[in-house]
């Protein structure tokens, strides 16, 4: 297209606009459909503590699996759905879902990712406090899981909405800590529960001889705070011996277990217990 002066130079970049928008055309097309065709489920990965290895609480990760185009991952389609207003069906199904689903677990805690729309939206309490209900599912074993980057905007009413879903009794963790912002400010501002510590932290450890002292100072900083650290994406045996050292409380990562369907975590958990103990790394990875 030739390039012309004014608004008409914005031509040249028709091509990246036309396959980014091909994509969501695609999402867009696809997802409503998904969503009653029951293509979209959770699932569970889980949480484990740093000292024993037990099992206390699952992730629920949304999974979208495409007829024709086979797995489709969240960080590729959550934010078309922001995008298309279809935040709040795909939000209210992962809730309810999550809810329902960890009715079968009553020991452990479910901890429910919120993305960023649907925490600006005061409509979250709502739908937060009659999940529960629906489910008959203690407030205290769910786990909201919010960004820093949502605490940002807009602060002020972002403080009143995290002390709102607080005030149901559901605990909060601020997800990927570290990976962005990061205004430690925050983390007094909010009335947080937990620290989830980015991979990132732990990619760090193998690269570097004082790889672990961040996350040693980040889960020092949660303790003073009366905050528990859960650090993501463990992934070997080393690591997990010096994330114990450095404190942290819980882990979560392929180390353990990936996620799967809510059956295999079923199995999974029947087999720790016929072993009276956590089970080994090995059986879990499998
Ligand atoms: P997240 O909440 O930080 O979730 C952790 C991600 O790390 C998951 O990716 C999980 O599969 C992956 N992971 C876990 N252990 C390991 C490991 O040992 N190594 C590596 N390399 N990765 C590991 P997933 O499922 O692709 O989700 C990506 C992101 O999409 C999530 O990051 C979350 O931000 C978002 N997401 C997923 N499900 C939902 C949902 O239901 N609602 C919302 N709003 N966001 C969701
Ligand atoms: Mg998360
Ligand atoms: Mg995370
Ligand atoms: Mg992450």
């Not at 922001?82 to 199904?93: I, P, R, V």
């Not at 406090?129 to 602060?155: A, F, H, K």
């Not at 100072?217 to 650090?231: D, K, N, Q």
Request: charged content about 20%.
């Amino acid at each position: 297209a030739a390039a012309k002066k004014g608004p008409g130079a914005l031509v040249a970049f028709e091509p990246a606009i036309d396959t980014i928008s091909n994509d969501q055309r695609f999402i867009h097309r696809e997802l409503p459909r998904a969503l009653s065709a029951n293509e979209l489920e959770l699932h569970y990965q889980p949480i484990v503590t740093a000292s024993g290895g037990k099992i206390v609480g699952v992730e629920a990760l949304l999974r979208w699996t495409h007829a024709t185009r086979g797995p489709i991952p969240p960080a590729t389609f959550i934010p078309v759905a922001e995008q298309m207003g279809l935040m709040d069906t795909l939000g209210a199904f992962v809730l309810r879902r999550a809810l329902q689903e960890t009715k079968r677990w009553p020991d452990l805690y479910v901890a429910v990712n919120l993305s960023p729309l649907q925490v600006r939206d005061r409509a979250i309490i709502d739908l937060v406090r009659t999940s529960l209900e629906e489910s008959g599912v203690p407030p205290q074993r769910l786990m909201l899981e919010i960004t820093e980057g949502v605490l940002i905007d807009n602060p002020d009413e972002m403080v009143k909405r995290i002390e709102d879903l607080h005030g149901l009794g559901v605990r909060i963790a601020l997800d990927d800590f570290g990976s962005g912002y990061s205004n430690l400010g925050y983390l007094q501002r909010f009335p947080l529960d937990k620290l989830k510590i980015d991979r990132s932290f732990v990619l760090a450890l193998g690269t570097s001889a004082n790889g672990g002292v961040l996350i040693q100072a980040i889960v020092a900083l949660g303790r003073a705070l009366g905050l528990s650290t859960t650090v993501e994406g463990v992934e070997t045996e080393q690591q997990r011996v010096l994330l114990r050292l450095a404190g942290c409380d819980e882990m979560q990562g392929y180390l353990f277990a990936k996620p799967a369907p809510a059956k295999a975590i079923d199995k999974l958990l029947a087999q720790a217990k016929q072993a009276g103990e956590p089970p080994a790394a090995k059986s879990l990875t499998a």
